[in-house]
């Protein structure tokens, strides 16, 4: 075996080191398969659910029967930012439980290659998840979530891109205040669940709230998705809203994580951290 | 095999000058200065809360110092440690691998991580040193205390390092699965003319491998020299007693008359 065969090659920012802990993190998936029926199974649960009880609604109400997919596409596209935030998040703590993350920054891998490569798996995560879930839906109810067309793809960036900022800070804050904290990961997105207008219009909220619910991408991503089922109208002005408040959830989500990944340094977390 | 590391051999491998580690009131690194030779293998000893894993983590850019400055291959590790981190590397029995990967998923990762251009390549070679090669396919979280560390040992190789840092390289062995980890460590140390500083309890292990040894008490260096120097400066027999005087406090000289 030749020297030149070994070479290292040590660019400032790497893309295959973001794949290399892309590898390690599909690997663990590969290596599970209950972890990834788990990824289409409550999903999938949810829209079962759901779709019942709008089978139900529509043969008692006008308003529903005129569009049917109204609640099956909020529980599928809610699931886009769940999945995004919790598989961002639990590919972070997998780290944290197996006591590798002393490991991986002793290695040439930069924080933000690590959230290039969280990013990207959380993505796989929430398309593994995704996609059987609404062919299901496709099967059980005639509803094909395909059928809002490109819309469906602002609607899954957006979403999924919120679920990214959250998952970025959460795991900061997992890491800064330790495992003690992880409970966090699991929560934290459900309190903008009522005031995203999932299932109904921000202007059902009292007006204190609807100024909040504003301030989130989610809520406009709903709107639009309400506004694309029952008016047949795509309004890309909200979704550019969406996209402009995402890009600084992002940032200010990426800043969180590096500041709190200074801190774990500064406090010597990352030699300690581990079940 | 033989690193291109010669060159740079006058140069220190780590210079450390002022370094502390404060964590609120207490103080674990207490403004230590020192340098380490290239191509030598160099010991932190020292009981516990002396200092070593926090040194050792500073060293290779962990832990963020209170106050001082780092060295490592030539490189300031405050402010430009990822010009560095490839070509070192560590293992500890307090940092693990992924258990549920296999070993070869665990080393193939890795081997990509150090930016290995022939990542298999880089596993077959760490495999075939610490003879491995059965346990690629197994789960980590499977292997005995002594395979766990090997197999830790070969990611400690897997980019061939320059500059090695060991925390307790042997914890939790059997007498012959540490001397042969011993034996590996001598062999890659002599064949690549790595450097090696490794911080342990075990006395009769630092004797065999080191030919430096630094002895940190309460934060500070107490003492400084080859295995045989300190025994010799203490009037004891061995390494061990030298430890145990400075661990009680008892300073150089005293020992010998007690």
Same mark, same amino acid.
């Given at each position: 075996m030749s020297v030149p065969v070994l070479e290292r090659h040590t660019p400032a920012f790497s893309l295959r080191r973001v794949f290399a802990l892309v590898r390690r993190y599909l690997y663990l998936l590969r290596g599970s398969w209950p972890r990834i029926v788990e990824l289409a199974y409550w999903p999938t649960v949810q829209m079962l659910m759901w779709g019942f009880l709008t089978q139900f609604l529509a043969s008692h109400s006008s308003f529903i029967a005129q569009a049917f997919g109204i609640l099956l596409a909020g529980v599928l596209l809610w699931d886009v930012l769940f999945r995004g935030q919790i598989g961002l998040s639990i590919s972070f703590l997998e780290e944290m439980w197996s006591r590798n993350l002393g490991h991986l920054f002793v290695s040439p891998l930069r924080p933000v290659e690590m959230i290039g490569s969280l990013v990207t798996i959380s993505l796989l995560r929430t398309l593994i998840g995704a996609v059987p879930t609404s062919l299901f839906a496709m099967v059980f109810f005639d509803f094909s979530v395909y059928s809002m067309g490109l819309a469906l793809v602002a609607f899954f960036f957006n979403l999924i891109f919120l679920g990214w900022a959250m998952g970025l800070a959460i795991s900061g804050m997992v890491l800064r205040l330790g495992l003690g904290a992880e409970s966090l990961a699991w929560a934290a997105v459900f309190a903008l669940a009522p005031i995203s207008g999932i299932y109904y219009p921000i202007a059902t909220l009292p007006e204190w709230l609807q100024v909040v619910a504003w301030c989130l991408p989610s809520a406009y991503v709903f709107e639009g998705m309400r506004a694309l089922l029952?008016?047949?109208?795509?309004?890309g002005a909200l979704m550019l809203r969406a996209l402009a408040l995402n890009l600084v959830y992002f940032v200010l989500g990426a800043l969180v994580f590096l500041r709190c990944f200074e801190a774990a340094r500064n406090r010597a977390l990352l030699l300690q951290i581990g079940e | 095999m033989r690193l291109a590391i010669v060159a740079a051999m006058s140069e220190p491998a780590i210079i450390a000058e002022g370094l502390a580690k404060r964590f609120d009131d207490v103080? $674990?690194? &207490?403004g230590i200065d020192f340098a380490v030779a290239r191509g030598g293998v160099t010991a932190l000893l020292g009981g516990n809360g002396a200092g070593k894993t926090t040194t050792i983590g500073m060293l290779l850019g962990l832990v963020t110092p209170s106050a001082g400055r780092i060295e490592v291959l030539g490189t300031d590790m405050l402010r430009h440690r990822h010009r560095v981190l490839g070509r070192l590397n560590f293992s500890s029995p307090y940092v693990d691998l992924p !258990?549920? !990967? +296999?070993v070869g998923q665990n080393l193939r990762v890795y081997a990509e991580l150090y930016g290995m251009r022939d990542a298999k390549a880089a596993v077959a070679l760490v495999a075939d040193r610490l003879r491995i090669a059965e346990l690629l396919k197994r789960r980590t979280g499977s292997l005995s205390a002594g395979q766990k560390t090997r197999v830790a040992l070969a990611k400690a190789l897997i980019n061939l390092p320059e500059l090695l840092l060991l925390d307790?390289? +042997? $914890?939790? !062995? &059997?007498p012959d699965s540490a001397g042969w980890i011993r034996d590996v460590l001598t062999a890659y140390q002599r064949d690549s003319g790595a450097t090696i500083l490794l911080a342990s309890h075990n006395m009769a292990e630092v004797e065999v491998l080191a030919d430096d040894v630094i002895m940190l008490g309460q934060g500070r260096i107490v003492d400084r020299g080859a295995p045989a120097e300190l025994v010799q400066r203490f009037g004891r027999r061995n390494l061990e007693e030298v430890f145990l005087d400075i661990a009680r406090g008892r300073e150089r000289g005293l020992g010998a008359a007690e």
């Amino acid at each position: 075996m030749s020297v030149p065969v070994l070479e290292r090659h040590t660019p400032a920012f790497s893309l295959r080191r973001v794949f290399a802990l892309v590898r390690r993190y599909l690997y663990l998936l590969r290596g599970s398969w209950p972890r990834i029926v788990e990824l289409a199974y409550w999903p999938t649960v949810q829209m079962l659910m759901w779709g019942f009880l709008t089978q139900f609604l529509a043969s008692h109400s006008s308003f529903i029967a005129q569009a049917f997919g109204i609640l099956l596409a909020g529980v599928l596209l809610w699931d886009v930012l769940f999945r995004g935030q919790i598989g961002l998040s639990i590919s972070f703590l997998e780290e944290m439980w197996s006591r590798n993350l002393g490991h991986l920054f002793v290695s040439p891998l930069r924080p933000v290659e690590m959230i290039g490569s969280l990013v990207t798996i959380s993505l796989l995560r929430t398309l593994i998840g995704a996609v059987p879930t609404s062919l299901f839906a496709m099967v059980f109810f005639d509803f094909s979530v395909y059928s809002m067309g490109l819309a469906l793809v602002a609607f899954f960036f957006n979403l999924i891109f919120l679920g990214w900022a959250m998952g970025l800070a959460i795991s900061g804050m997992v890491l800064r205040l330790g495992l003690g904290a992880e409970s966090l990961a699991w929560a934290a997105v459900f309190a903008l669940a009522p005031i995203s207008g999932i299932y109904y219009p921000i202007a059902t909220l009292p007006e204190w709230l609807q100024v909040v619910a504003w301030c989130l991408p989610s809520a406009y991503v709903f709107e639009g998705m309400r506004a694309l089922l029952i008016d047949g109208v795509f309004d890309g002005a909200l979704m550019l809203r969406a996209l402009a408040l995402n890009l600084v959830y992002f940032v200010l989500g990426a800043l969180v994580f590096l500041r709190c990944f200074e801190a774990a340094r500064n406090r010597a977390l990352l030699l300690q951290i581990g079940e | 095999m033989r690193l291109a590391i010669v060159a740079a051999m006058s140069e220190p491998a780590i210079i450390a000058e002022g370094l502390a580690k404060r964590f609120d009131d207490v103080v $674990a690194v &207490d403004g230590i200065d020192f340098a380490v030779a290239r191509g030598g293998v160099t010991a932190l000893l020292g009981g516990n809360g002396a200092g070593k894993t926090t040194t050792i983590g500073m060293l290779l850019g962990l832990v963020t110092p209170s106050a001082g400055r780092i060295e490592v291959l030539g490189t300031d590790m405050l402010r430009h440690r990822h010009r560095v981190l490839g070509r070192l590397n560590f293992s500890s029995p307090y940092v693990d691998l992924p !258990l549920r !990967l +296999t070993v070869g998923q665990n080393l193939r990762v890795y081997a990509e991580l150090y930016g290995m251009r022939d990542a298999k390549a880089a596993v077959a070679l760490v495999a075939d040193r610490l003879r491995i090669a059965e346990l690629l396919k197994r789960r980590t979280g499977s292997l005995s205390a002594g395979q766990k560390t090997r197999v830790a040992l070969a990611k400690a190789l897997i980019n061939l390092p320059e500059l090695l840092l060991l925390d307790e390289p +042997t $914890a939790s !062995l &059997d007498p012959d699965s540490a001397g042969w980890i011993r034996d590996v460590l001598t062999a890659y140390q002599r064949d690549s003319g790595a450097t090696i500083l490794l911080a342990s309890h075990n006395m009769a292990e630092v004797e065999v491998l080191a030919d430096d040894v630094i002895m940190l008490g309460q934060g500070r260096i107490v003492d400084r020299g080859a295995p045989a120097e300190l025994v010799q400066r203490f009037g004891r027999r061995n390494l061990e007693e030298v430890f145990l005087d400075i661990a009680r406090g008892r300073e150089r000289g005293l020992g010998a008359a007690e």
